[in-house]
């Protein structure tokens, strides 16, 4: 069983920031960053692959900046000029692999963090 371990969120006001961590077990590699609001479908925020290249919604980008420190295995998201439009479960994303020809890939998600912005 795979447990991701999120972190950092919580409520702030428009214009505040925060930074959110997820660490991961070593065999894994979080990867990226989604969000999911009532009644809205889950999107994705930020990804990061392992050589550091990164992606980001359109919605985010400028505001947002996704990291890894890799000895910790912790993949963070520093969200800045938050948004009310940024409230949202976020919820942290990850691979893991097998061997094998062709190698198998399991899908992992974090508990999931709720992010507040209001004042």
């Known amino acids: 069983q795979v447990q991701l371990v999120e972190s950092g969120g919580g409520l702030v006001q428009p214009g505040g920031s925060l930074r959110l961590s997820c660490a991961a077990p070593?065999?894994?590699?979080?990867r990226g960053w989604y969000r999911q609001a009532p009644g809205r479908p889950r999107e994705l925020v930020a990804t990061i692959n392992t050589g550091g290249s990164t992606t980001y919604a359109d919605s985010v980008k400028g505001r947002f900046t996704i990291s890894r420190d890799n000895g910790k295995n912790t993949v963070y998201l520093q969200m800045n000029s938050l948004k009310p439009e940024d409230t949202a479960v976020y919820y942290c994303n990850a691979w893991s692999f097998s061997s094998g020809a062709p190698v198998p890939l399991t899908v992992h998600w974090g508990q999931g963090t709720q992010v507040t912005v209001s004042s």
């Open positions: 070593g065999s894994v590699f979080a």
